[in-house]
C-alpha cells in the first residue's frame, strides 16, 4: 500500500520528482551532467564583451528612454517631461521616420515599451521620488500607427504597487522606480529599479485597460539598477539592462531555461558591456531575433565629457543558444582516465588508472560539439599530452570513445 502511495506521488509530479536537479548547462561553472531539472543554480564565469554601434540616433530622441520592435518596426520615445511622442526609427541610420503624438495623455515619465501583436504598451510608471499615485501603463493599438499617422488615442492600465505603504521619502532613495516591461503570455511583467537595495522585483498585471493591485512575483539580487527588460518572441530567454550609478558598469542580465514565466527560476547569466563612460546611460533594449538584441542610451552630457544617443546591437548567442555537447555525459571522471590539470592551461594529461586498456580516441570539444583538439591513446600506452595551447580560455568537454564505450567529462581551460 505505501509503495502505491509513493509511486502514485511521483506520478502526479509528472516525473519531474524523479530526475536530479542541480545545473545543466555545460557552460556554467558548477554543470552537473547528471542534472535533469534545473533548479536555477548555474553559475557562470565572468563575462564581459563589446557592443556593436548601429548608429547615431536622430537628434530628436536625445532621452531614449525604451526600444521596441513589432511588425518590422522600430520604436522609441522620450523620458520624463518630453512631449509624448512615440518616433518610429530606421534602425540602419537612426533616423525618425514617423512621429506619431499620443493626444489624450502626458508624458509625466515614459521609460520602456512592449507590444504584442495589437497594441504598444508605454510604461508610464517613472517613480525617482517615490510618491506617485498615478502609475500607468499606455495601451496604443498598432493600427494607429500605420505609416503616415501623426496622432493616436491611448487607453490606461492603471496599477498600485501592494507592498508600498509610505509614498515620497526621498529622491532615489526607494525601491518603488519601475523603469522595465515586456508582455507575455496575455500579462505584462514590470522590473522594479530598486534604488535602495540595488535589486529587482517582478510584478505582473493585466494587458488590459482598468485598474489594478500589480501581483509581486519575486526578487532578484541585480547588484544594479534595472533600466529596460524584454523577452524575444519564442519565450525562452529574457533580458534585463542595467547600470550602477556608482561605477557606470554597463550589464544585461540573460535569463534561459525557465519554466513558464518564472524567469528568475532558470539561468541567470550576467554580461559586463562597456562603461557608461563609453556607451552612456543605457536605457532602451529590445531583441531583434531570437538572440539578437538592440540597445539604446541616452545622450550623456557631464563636463567634458559627452556620449551621444546611439542604437547597439549585441548578439546574444553565444550564452542563449542551447549548448551543443555531442559527446555522451558521464558523471564525475572518465571511467579508467585521469585528465588532469583541471583547469588547464596549455597541455591537458590524459592517464590511465590501470596499465593496458584499449585504444581509446580523444577530442575536446567546444559547447557547440565542435572538436578543438584531439590525439589517440594507443593500446598499452599509459598516457599521453593533449595540446590545447590553440583553445581559448572557457569551458570544453572531453570525449573518450573505445570498445567499452563513449564517455565525457566537463574540462576548464584558463
Known amino acids: 500500500m505505501k509503495t502505491t502511495g509513493l509511486l502514485l506521488f511521483a506520478l502526479a509530479l509528472g516525473g519531474r520528482a524523479l530526475g536530479q536537479s542541480g545545473c545543466p548547462d555545460p557552460r556554467a561553472t558548477n554543470y552537473n551532467p547528471a542534472a535533469r531539472v534545473n533548479d536555477g543554480s548555474c553559475q557562470y564565469p565572468a563575462t564581459t564583451t563589446a557592443l556593436e554601434t548601429k548608429a547615431l540616433l536622430d537628434a530628436d530622441v536625445p532621452e531614449t528612454s525604451g526600444l521596441q520592435t513589432t511588425a518590422g518596426a522600430l520604436w522609441t520615445f522620450n523620458d520624463s517631461g518630453n512631449p509624448p511622442v512615440l518616433f518610429r526609427i530606421d534602425s540602419a541610420t537612426g533616423r525618425a521616420t514617423q512621429r506619431v503624438r499620443v493626444v489624450n495623455f502626458a508624458n509625466v515619465d515614459w521609460e520602456d515599451i512592449a507590444a504584442d501583436a495589437r497594441y504598444l504598451y508605454v510604461g508610464d510608471f517613472g517613480n525617482n521620488p517615490g510618491d506617485r499615485r498615478d502609475l500607468r501603463v499606455l495601451r496604443v493599438p498598432l493600427a494607429g500607427l500605420a505609416p503616415g499617422a501623426d496622432t493616436v488615442s491611448a487607453q490606461a492600465i492603471n496599477f498600485h504597487y501592494p507592498d508600498q505603504t509610505v509614498f515620497g521619502g526621498g529622491t532615489n532613495k526607494h525601491n518603488f522606480d519601475c523603469e522595465a516591461l515586456f508582455y507575455a503570455h496575455d500579462s505584462l511583467h514590470l522590473f522594479t529599479k530598486d534604488w535602495a537595495d540595488r535589486r529587482t522585483r517582478y510584478y505582473t498585471i493585466p494587458a488590459a485597460p482598468g485598474n489594478y493591485t500589480a501581483h509581486l512575483k519575486g526578487s532578484f539580487d541585480t547588484k544594479g539598477l534595472i533600466t529596460a527588460a524584454d523577452v524575444n518572441a519564442a519565450g525562452t530567454a529574457a533580458a534585463l539592462l542595467g547600470y550602477d550609478?556608482?561605477?557606470?558598469?554597463?550589464?544585461?542580465?540573460?535569463?534561459?531555461?525557465?519554466?513558464?514565466?518564472?524567469?528568475?527560476?532558470?539561468?541567470?547569466?550576467?554580461?559586463?558591456?562597456?562603461?557608461?563612460?563609453?556607451?552612456?546611460?543605457?536605457?532602451?533594449?529590445?531583441?531583434?531575433?531570437?538572440?539578437?538584441?538592440?540597445?539604446?542610451?541616452?545622450?550623456?552630457?557631464?563636463?567634458?565629457?559627452?556620449?551621444?544617443?546611439?542604437?547597439?546591437?549585441?548578439?546574444?548567442?553565444?550564452?542563449?543558444?542551447?549548448?551543443?555537447?555531442?559527446?555522451?555525459?558521464?558523471?564525475?571522471?572518465?571511467?579508467?582516465?585521469?585528465?588532469?590539470?583541471?583547469?588547464?592551461?596549455?597541455?591537458?594529461?590524459?592517464?590511465?588508472?590501470?596499465?593496458?586498456?584499449?585504444?581509446?580516441?580523444?577530442?575536446?570539444?567546444?559547447?557547440?560539439?565542435?572538436?578543438?583538439?584531439?590525439?589517440?591513446?594507443?593500446?598499452?600506452?599509459?598516457?599521453?599530452?593533449?595540446?590545447?595551447?590553440?583553445?581559448?580560455?572557457?569551458?570544453?568537454?572531453?570525449?573518450?570513445?573505445?570498445?567499452?564505450?563513449?564517455?565525457?567529462?566537463?574540462?576548464?581551460?584558463?
Open 245 to 414: 550609478p556608482a561605477t557606470g558598469a554597463t550589464f544585461v542580465w540573460l535569463l534561459s531555461d525557465f519554466p513558464g514565466t518564472q524567469f528568475f527560476r532558470g539561468n541567470k547569466r550576467r554580461i559586463e558591456l562597456p562603461n557608461a563612460l563609453t556607451v552612456g546611460q543605457a536605457e532602451g533594449l529590445a531583441f531583434a531575433g531570437r538572440y539578437r538584441l538592440l540597445l539604446s542610451n541616452e545622450q550623456l552630457v557631464a563636463g567634458p565629457l559627452a556620449v551621444p544617443q546611439r542604437l547597439y546591437a549585441l548578439n546574444a548567442g553565444r550564452w542563449l543558444a542551447p549548448a551543443v555537447v555531442t559527446a555522451a555525459a558521464a558523471q564525475g571522471p572518465l571511467p579508467g582516465l585521469r585528465a588532469f590539470p583541471n583547469p588547464a592551461a596549455h597541455t591537458l594529461r590524459i592517464e590511465r588508472a590501470d596499465a593496458g586498456g584499449p585504444d581509446v580516441a580523444l577530442t575536446l570539444l567546444d559547447l557547440r560539439g565542435r572538436p578543438v583538439a584531439a590525439a589517440r591513446l594507443r593500446a598499452g600506452a599509459p598516457g599521453l599530452a593533449l595540446d590545447v595551447s590553440g583553445a581559448a580560455a572557457g569551458l570544453y568537454v572531453l570525449r573518450a570513445q573505445s570498445a567499452a564505450g563513449t564517455f565525457s567529462q566537463k574540462i576548464a581551460l584558463r
